[in-house]
């Protein structure tokens, strides 16, 4: 796939809550600073600690196809007498005296995108003490001088080092085999570690053995396993402690095999747990019910914030690799299979695909099946409603109206007997009979059945006018959507919903997607 297609695939992924009702996509000015919304993480620096980033993105809540010039100006002022926050860069900014001022110019235009307005590095002076905290304040100008501000928080924490002892480990499973994983903390720092949180994301194959009470669980029908588990211990300098040994992994009896999983634990000081939530949250769902997961000492054994100051040796990658032989067959949706109506009205398409098993499919293995459906349209209808899983072919907008190609997917774990749709909705240009394509492509795996990945939706348009709804007939009239997609007609207009910032798996796709290239000029 071409590294724009990802690129935009994840950012049109990535967007939450949006609702498309357009027939063509209007000239728009850029937005105004007013209509961004913006993400900078708060950060937890300790002296003699490493420095950490702090960047503001913007996204824009208004449709648009380019974005415009803005002035960045950051207020250090706040934190100036415990860190110190430099503009990040290669191209500086201007600085006078707390205020540092960057001017932005966006090269790449986009479409519902992020761009990074400023990149930041904190670091905390040496003489900084523990639970010092301010915040730095952005104000943001757009081109007609309107503004806005946002504002991230530094503080300062006491210092510590916690290491992850199982660096690195190779396990072996089989379908709905459980695997015990002995996970273990060390304090490796000169203070004692007061409570920490074990984070895991990993691979579909990962399926957690038990849901326990003090941890917090990705929602069940996530292509990737995520949790994060608290626990009150305190490990002394030189200690260490163990997960018990109830704790352990359960391949899936869906999982495609033979398949091959990545998965990485990491440990966290309170504090350094909720700056990763504070700017890209985890998608994770509600806490378990079966007992309490311990960390058990296994070594020698006035309270302040703690931050890890070596947060490198705190992470353990595992790789699993699951044996067997079992694969999965999907094949194309398109519906209603004939779709009717007059010259000027609309009707609904939906296209996709089902799971007829027995491997789940979309569940980011080495071996997974990753269905994408492709809709080709013919001559004479407009695509007036697009989802924004959907990508115009060749330039790759999401929900852009008017394209005769499109291609849809999204990453979303389907088990045997499950479907996933897209809904269009096609205004009638021309009278006459035409067929619309529905094919499936494959990103990665081997469908076991391909004579089925292809489906045709014939279109009749009649010539005796009007634009008013044909109504319909369970699929056959085409017209009737029983209420869950309105008609609208050829009305022009993009709403966009504000909704939560990205999916579980999607940490790293957020970063990739939305780090727009931007030129900086002081």
Same mark, same amino acid.
């Given at each position: ?306 931050? *890890?100051? /070596?947060?490198? +040796? ?8 699951? #044996?067997? !032989?079992? @694969?999965? %067959? ?116 081997? *469908?076991? /059945?391909?004579? +089925? ?8 348009? #009649?010539? !005796?006018? @009007?634009? %008013? ?54």
């Amino acid at each position: 796939m071409p590294k724009q297609l990802a690129r935009r695939w994840l950012a049109g992924f990535g967007v939450v809550g949006v609702l498309l009702a357009a027939s063509a996509i209007p000239a728009f000015a850029a937005p105004a600073a007013e209509d961004l919304d913006f993400y900078a993480k708060d950060v937890v620096v300790a002296p003699g600690g490493p420095a950490k980033g702090s960047n503001l993105f913007a996204r824009t809540r208004t449709s648009t196809m380019e974005w415009g010039e803005y002035t960045v100006k950051v207020d250090r002022s706040k934190v100036a007498g415990f860190a110190d926050v430099e503009n990040a860069d290669s191209n500086p900014c201007t600085e006078s005296g707390a205020i540092l001022t960057c001017k932005v110019v966006a090269e790449e235009n986009d479409y519902y995108t992020y761009i990074t307005m400023v990149n930041l590095v904190v670091r905390a002076k040496d003489s900084a003490t523990p639970d010092q905290q301010g915040e730095l304040k952005f104000t943001v100008t757009d081109a007609e001088g309107g503004s806005t501000t946002y504002q991230s928080t530094v503080s300062i924490g006491e210092g510590v080092d916690l290491a992850a002892i199982e660096q690195g480990l190779q396990l072996t499973g089989v379908l709905g085999g459980t695997l015990n994983v002995p996970l273990t903390v060390a304090n490796r720092g000169e203070k004692a570690v007061h409570d920490v949180v074990l984070y895991f994301e990993g691979g579909y194959g990962f399926g957690p053995s038990k849901r326990y009470k003090n941890c917090e669980y990705s929602p069940a029908d996530a292509f990737r396993h995520a949790f994060a588990c608290r626990f009150p211990n305190t490990i002394e300098p030189g200690g260490a402690a163990r997960l018990d040994s109830s704790f352990g992994f359960t391949v899936p009896t869906d999982d495609p095999a033979p398949n091959g999983h990545t998965g990485v634990a990491h440990w966290y000081t309170p504090a350094d747990w909720e700056e990763s939530q504070s700017f890209n949250p985890t998608r994770l769902g509600q806490q378990g019910t079966e007992g309490e997961l311990r960390l058990e000492p296994v070594g020698p054994q006035s309270r302040s914030r703690q931050t *890890d100051v /070596n947060n490198q +040796n705190g992470t353990t990658v595992m790789r699993l690799q699951v #044996s067997g !032989d079992q @694969g999965a %067959e999907v094949a194309a949706l398109g519906t209603p299979a004939t779709a009717t109506g007059k010259v000027g009205a609309t009707v609904p398409l939906k296209v996709g695909y089902v799971n007829n098993g027995p491997a789940a499919v979309d569940v980011d293995g080495a071996k997974d099946l990753r269905a994408r459906t492709e809709l080709s349209l013919p001559s004479g209808v407009t695509a007036v409603r697009v989802p924004m899983t959907c990508s115009s072919y060749g330039d790759w907008v999401p929900g852009k109206p008017g394209a005769k190609k499109y291609r849809c997917g999204e990453h979303k774990r389907l088990a045997q007997g499950e479907k996933i749709e897209y809904e269009f909705e096609l205004r009638l240009d021309e009278a006459g009979t035409r067929a619309a394509q529905v094919r499936l492509t494959f990103d990665t795996g081997v *469908d076991l /059945n391909p004579a +089925n990945d292809s489906a045709t939706i014939t279109i009749i348009a #009649s010539a !005796d006018g @009007g634009s %008013e709804n044909p109504g319909g007939d369970d699929g056959q009239g085409g017209g009737d959507t029983d209420g869950s997609l309105p008609i609208t007609g050829a009305k022009a207009g993009l709403t966009a919903g504000i909704g939560g910032v990205l999916l579980a798996a999607g940490a790293v796709g957020f970063v990739v997607a939305r780090r727009r290239k931007t030129r900086f000029v002081a």
